[in-house]
């Protein structure tokens, strides 16, 4: 059974930096793309960046220049540095498996002052 585990999230004040990690078990990890998606309440989730095997990254525009995305194969896990954080950033964050239907559990992340 594949597991992915996200931590990280927390409060944060506007322009502060999170860095979030997500750990996955069981799978051949370097094999594959992770992404991280980002859900407001009541809205679809929506993509925030993606790394793939390769290492080629993408991100959405709102987030392109603040956030960075990383991974580390021998640990399984995949990062999303968040800096220069701002109010609309507040959201429950979710890695995932590209093209898979694994799902971390979220982890909240709060910019408030």
């Known amino acids: 059974q594949v597991q992915l585990v996200e931590s990280g999230g927390g409060l944060v004040q506007p322009g502060g930096s999170l860095r979030l990690s997500c750990g996955a078990s069981e799978i051949r990890f370097n094999l594959y793309a992770m992404d991280w998606y980002r859900q407001y309440p009541g809205k679809e989730r929506e993509l925030v960046a993606g790394?793939?095997?390769?290492?080629?990254?993408n991100y959405a525009d709102s987030v392109r220049g603040r956030f960075t995305i990383s991974r580390d194969n021998a640990k399984r896990a995949v990062y999303l540095q968040m800096n220069n954080l701002r109010p609309e950033d507040t959201a429950v964050y979710y890695c995932r498996i590209r093209a898979t239907g694994y799902w971390g559990q979220g982890t909240q992340v709060i910019v408030s002052s």
């Open positions: 790394i793939r095997a390769d290492d080629a990254t």
